[in-house]
């Protein structure tokens, strides 16, 4: 019998989000390596972590959640801004990638890339 997931799993799983035009924002199968998350430590959603709950290893399962549902509502005070430089190991991520931001708190959340901008000077 596999153990399931429960509120203070740690779990190891690939994935593949996509927006409502079917096109994929984020996937962990393109360079093979799932992500790992702890449900309970605030890092996923409520709705995300109920949707993980009660699977077993080798699951498969396939679900649809409002944006506010997946990532919070909407919120100014979550917006943050980088330098180009902050990026300069991984390179600057397209619109739309998901990625972890650690918040003042030192917590990590996912956020959505909404702009990214260029400063150009010129002489």
Request: charged share 25%; proline share 4%; aromatic share 8%.
């Amino acid at each position: 019998m596999s153990e399931q997931v429960k509120h203070d799993s740690a779990v190891l799983v690939h994935f593949t989000l996509k927006l409502e035009d079917g096109s994929t924002a984020e996937s962990t199968r393109g360079n093979g390596k799932p992500a790992l998350f702890r449900l309970g430590d605030g890092s996923l959603s409520d709705a995300l972590e109920n949707e993980l709950l009660g699977l077993k290893v080798g699951d498969k399962h396939a679900f649809t959640l409002a944006p506010e549902s997946a990532f919070g509502s909407k919120s100014p005070d979550l917006v943050q801004y980088f330098s180009r430089r902050d990026f300069q190991e991984t390179g600057i991520p397209d619109v739309g990638t998901i990625m972890l931001f650690t918040t003042r708190d030192g917590s990590e959340m996912p956020g959505v890339v909404r702009d990214v901008t260029g400063r150009f000077h010129h002489r």
